[in-house]
């Protein structure tokens, strides 16, 4: 496949993507609603689980083409590109959104920072202690997270004193969720199942779309992991953000970023199994660290800024913490194409 060959396949398959992606969120949400959930904690699970489904088929296919730095590179990027889409829903929205949502986030926060971590020390590391070729981290990072899931289900609320003043107007649902609101809850369920079976068509031609770009340019796997794909593949939790706050779920719209992040950590262990070669991030480039440190640096950033939070006042939309964040996203993909 040529360079505009795989371009065009890219951009098709790409869209194809985010629409499947999208849409699963909208199924996510009004079953949740129908099945009556806390909107944290289906934010953080379920809307995750659903927004990250392009991650996992297009992390398993990169590790069985042999591309590893395709993979890793896509989950730290994608954990990026969810910390820039938080400060963006925050500029959207005029600095509103990160003093209405619960302080619970930062639990959520702390473990994906966590499991993000236990990564990196592997990759500097180079550590290949495993069972089989599967390697020790991504097994013990999916242990975890299935521990705190159950956490997060049993977790009390944490909201923030005041919090009610600082609600933005609820909208009637638009897009994905006015039209998800009509069906049943089993046609909800065949729904949501239609759009897994996109993704998994869709997301394989993604990647390797992008790993023939690679080959095609010289340009590394490290970056466009980071960037493109991760960008891609990120799309749809910046959709069901952004149409999670026209209906006043501001706690699923940050849930879902948090939480995606969480469940980007777990498909490292389904990106080993598939890289049959030996334990996965042993054989990454070192240049990954910079992704996953910067993740961290990111998540690190959005927590101060949404504890240190108070009322909205009438300059709050001047304050510099989303644009601190942003300024942080372009500078760490600014190291990682400087590095690798």
Known sequence: MGLWQAVMVFLLSAAVLVWAGSS???????????????????????????TSLPELVTDITAARAGAPDL????????????????AIIDLLYRGRVWPSVELGHARVAAVA??????????????????????????????VL?????????????????????????IQKPTGWSE?????????????????VFLIFVSAPVV??????IADSTGIAQTFL????????????????????????????????????????????????????EGPILAAV????????????????????????ESEKTRFRQLEPDAFVLLIAYAATLGAIAFYG
């Open 113 to 142: 920072i966590g499991l993000t971590s236990i990564a990196a020390l592997n990759i500097l590391t180079r550590s290949e202690v495993g069972i089989g070729w599967v390697g020790f981290a991504p097994i013990l990072i999916a």
């Open 225 to 276: 992991g980071a960037a493109l794909l991760a960008i891609t593949t990120s799309i749809p939790e910046l959709v069901a953000s952004i149409a999670s706050l026209r209906i006043g779920a501001y706690d699923m719209a940050v849930g879902n970023l948090f939480g995606s992040n969480v469940a980007n950590m777990s498909v490292l262990l389904f990106a080993d199994i598939a890289y049959t």
């Open 71 to 86: 993979a890793a590179g896509d989950l730290f990027g994608s954990s990026m590109a969810n910390m820039a889409i938080l």
């Open 179 to 195: 039209e998800a609101s009509r069906h049943s809850l089993g046609g909800l369920w065949l729904r949501f199942g239609l759009a």
């Open 285 to 308: 480039s070192p240049t990954q660290a910079v992704s996953a440190v910067g993740a961290i640096l990111l998540m690190a950033i959005a927590v101060a800024a949404i504890v240190g």
């Open 145 to 169: 997270y299935v521990v705190s899931i159950a956490w997060f289900r049993r977790m009390p609320l944490l909201a923030r004193p005041g919090v009610e003043t600082a609600r933005i107007p």
């Open 207 to 212: 990647t390797l779309s992008v790993k023939a």
């Open 24 to 50: 699963l969120a909208g199924y996510a949400d009004q079953i949740a609603e129908r099945m009556r959930m806390s909107r944290l904690f289906v934010g953080t699970l379920m809307l995750a689980f659903a």
